[in-house]
């Protein structure tokens, strides 16, 4: 459990913990051996966040591939994609500012960068209040089981996470369960944002900073 709080810098806004968080993502999905560090982005909508990100690394790893790891804002990932997408929203307060400006396009940027795997790391309860843009796609993932520490309230979605979970990592890579993502995908909320999207549903998470 981490509790994270955000940090004003300028006209821009940081997080430390779910920087961290967002650090440990990408060293445990690498670690894998399935991914390399050039197929792996980090997204946030703040260039602070963005700085303490890349400092981390570097101070981290200064000498490693990891470096390969495009860390930056909404915007210089339009019209791009990677295999993994890593999303840092770093806001938490009570006006549920999420956005450097209030553009959920910018959010659809950020939820549909991925071809294999997204996870998001943020505040729950300062992106629920967001009620046109983030609150329909965590209502969405939480339904299916992919927001960390909460089960899947849609039985069938429950019955598909069971069913994932007994792959093994061949059947996965083998396309095991792309039909069904491919399903789950289709129905996410139909605001202009998708859910998870493509292969691996066991490994896409909304994740909560309080419980990465």
Do not use: Y
């Not at 920087?19 to 999905?29: Q, T, Y």
């Not at 840092?88 to 959920?104: G, Y």
């Not at 491919?182 to 139909?190: F, K, N, R």
């Amino acid at each position: 459990r981490r509790e994270g709080r955000e940090c004003v810098e300028g006209s821009s806004f940081s997080n430390e913990s779910e920087a961290s968080a967002i650090v440990d993502l990408l060293e445990g999905a690498l670690s894998e051996g399935d991914l390399r560090p050039s197929e792996v982005c980090i997204i946030t909508p703040w260039a602070a966040q963005a700085r303490l990100i890349r400092r981390m690394l570097m101070s981290q790893w200064p000498l490693l591939e990891i470096s390969k790891t495009e860390v930056g804002c909404i915007d210089a990932f339009q019209g791009r994609d990677k295999e993994l997408v890593l999303v840092s929203t770093v806001r938490t307060n009570e006006a549920a500012q999420t956005l450097s400006v209030a553009d959920h396009l910018s959010l659809n940027v950020m939820l549909t960068r991925a071809r294999r795997g997204l996870v998001v790391c943020g505040d729950f309860a300062t992106l629920s209040k967001d009620t046109a843009g983030w609150r329909p796609w965590l209502s969405w993932a939480q339904q299916r089981g992919l927001v960390v520490g909460c089960s899947a309230t849609s039985p069938a979605a429950a019955e598909e996470l069971r069913r994932l979970d007994g792959l093994s990592e061949a059947e996965l890579l083998e396309g095991g369960g792309n039909a069904s993502a491919g399903s789950m995908a289709a129905e996410a909320p139909q605001n202009g944002q998708r859910g998870p999207v493509g292969g691996r549903v066991r490994r896409e998470r909304a994740a909560r900073p309080d419980a990465t």
